[in-house]
């Protein structure tokens, strides 16, 4: 049977209930290893109940034909370092689920623990590790990258399993750090770390200069007063993280698919957006629109708002409420 034939039949199963589901799944399941390319495509269903269904009969089905533990072990494997947060959820759920210890994991689950940031993952890998892993070092070695999570559920959770299994606990590496919790998850989901502690009294003076078509151009000293200092969270984004996985990402804008830059630039804006003056600091270009992103040097927010302005200073305007929210609709 194709896939096309496989989909029709599941869907026809859908429909049914009690007894007659049963049976049905039964004769369905019996398609035997049939099922498996189709099955990939099946847990990946907008339809939450069709995903469900899709997990069940991957549960029966795989022990039954993949009789070997290490090759549903790859295959959970492979589902785990998914790109496709789905795939990470079936594949944790059914770990979850299995009456099974499976063998050979630990790498893959630690991908998890560095490169996932969702909470309710993180908090049931916690459960999965101790379950499936069975070596002290490899699961200290697995939570311990948790500690840096941006929750501090899941930082509470595995510093009480690295307490029993006797390791040593430690500061978060975002410790002091004076931007929002929402923004230090969007920072780790795109693989930015922080390359020190924030110091509150490091000197934050500007060495930039602003382009102004009001009053003209100036560098370090505003001369209508109003700055004095980088606020904390713009200047601890500027000097403190390192993007491990590069700086250029991908955002959709108006249905069309961007290559976004973490970058500064030459000059900043000092302009005005809804009659109100702000100092316009760059921190992305989009090459193909030739449009800055940027912050505003007079807001002291922990999540600032983000402006788009054309290269050339003209048509600003503020096009998210928060960074937070503006880096979530970017990815690698």
Known sequence: MNETELQKEFDAIRKLRGKKREQALKDFQNHGEVLLPWL???MEDKNASARKLALGIFQTI???TQKAKGVLSEKLAEMLASSKPTQRTVALAYLEDSKVVLPGLEKALQEVAVRNVEEDSLLRLIPITQKHVSDTKEILAILEPLQDSWSQKVGAAAGKVITKEGGKLRPSIW?????AQGLVKEIQRLGGV???????VEKRSLLDSFYSRQHGSWQETDPLGEFKDIPPAIHYLDTKINWQRGRNFKRRIYGDLREITICGASENFDTTVDTKRVLLYVIDYDELSQFYSAVNLLDPSNDPAVYSIDHDGSDPYKKERTLSSYLSGFWL
Do not use: R, S
């Open 62 to 64: 795989v022990p039954k």
């Open 194 to 200: 922080p390359t020190g502690k924030f110091d509150p």
């Open 175 to 179: 410790e002091g750090a004076p931007i």
């Open 40 to 42: 990939d495509k099946a």
